[in-house]
């Protein structure tokens, strides 16, 4: 098995797997938002930046290579993911104290994680729709984080309800839909772009606060060890299918 160096330690990689699949599939973790194990890699969120020999790179879509030497822990790395972190944080409206994603919530278990303690970056406070049309999804589209998980699952799940539309700061997700109402779409509450979320963004109604602080996913544990705990063996698993 070829072979690359990550954080001084020397990890197998089977080829055509990136630097963040071969690192999750050795329980070793990279932070992330916008990739998963199970949908194609986006890119956007760049959480995952690493230095690849020297030169920053995503591990989501750079590809591993023998004699590669990556490094992620440096404090220069986690300079630049705090960076991003806070950028996406005063990007949308991102109240954790009454988000009923709080305690369960990727980007907030992100900026605990990177051990931050302000946002640094003024606040842009977009104003963006509200969809609450749908009598089991709810749709904050301030707290988005243009992850394009929903839309990705929502693909894999044959509806293709969201989509991202415009640029930059005027990027919106879209509804496929006659009205562009949620509850206008063929959206049902059991589908996997319903639960995808990893910001408050997409919620199911009538769920809100029914777990009890200090119960919540990330009140026990850091985003990294649910991510290994989670993720690793669902990447695993897919490798292993694909052996068969
Ligand atoms: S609604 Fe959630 S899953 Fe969809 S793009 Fe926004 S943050 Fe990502």
């Known amino acids: 098995m070829p072979t690359i160096s990550f954080d001084g330690q020397e990890i197998t990689f089977e080829p055509g797997q990136t630097i963040i699949e071969a690192a999750m599939a050795s329980d070793l973790y990279i932070p992330h938002l916008c990739w998963h194990p199970d949908f194609p890699p986006h890119g956007s969120c760049k959480l995952c930046?690493?230095?690849?020999?020297?030169?920053?790179?995503?591990?989501?879509?750079f590809p591993a290579a023998e004699g590669q030497e990556v490094v992620s822990s440096s404090e220069e790395v986690?300079?630049?993911?705090?960076r991003l972190t806070q950028m996406l944080f005063v990007e949308g409206n991102h109240f954790c104290p009454s988000c009923e994603k709080s305690g369960q919530c990727e980007l907030q278990a992100m900026g605990y994680y990177l051990g931050m303690t302000d946002n640094h970056y003024p606040h842009f406070f977009p104003v963006r729709d509200i969809d609450a049309s749908h009598p089991h999804v709810l749709l904050?589209?301030?707290r988005c984080i243009f992850c394009e998980l929903c839309v990705r699952a929502s693909r894999a799940d044959g509806k293709n309800v969201f989509e991202l539309a415009g640029r930059g700061i005027h990027t919106r997700l879209v509804?496929?839909?006659?009205s562009g109402k949620l509850g206008d779409s063929n959206l049902d509450v059991n589908d996997r772009a319903a639960h995808i979320c990893p910001v408050g963004a997409i919620?199911?109604?009538?769920?809100a606060f029914r777990i009890p602080i200090g119960q919540r996913k990330y009140d026990r544990r850091t985003i990294a060890e649910v991510s290994v705990a989670e993720e690793a063996p669902l990447l695993r698993?897919?490798?292993?299918?694909?052996e068969d």
Do not use: F
Request: proline share 3%.
């Open 140 to 142: 904050d589209r301030d």
């Open 49 to 61: 930046s690493v230095k690849v020999n020297g030169r920053i790179c995503s591990a989501c879509t």
């Open 237 to 242: 698993k897919r490798y292993e299918q694909k």
């Open 78 to 82: 986690r300079q630049l993911r705090l």
């Open 203 to 207: 919620v199911v109604k009538e769920t």
């Open 175 to 178: 509804v496929d839909s006659p």
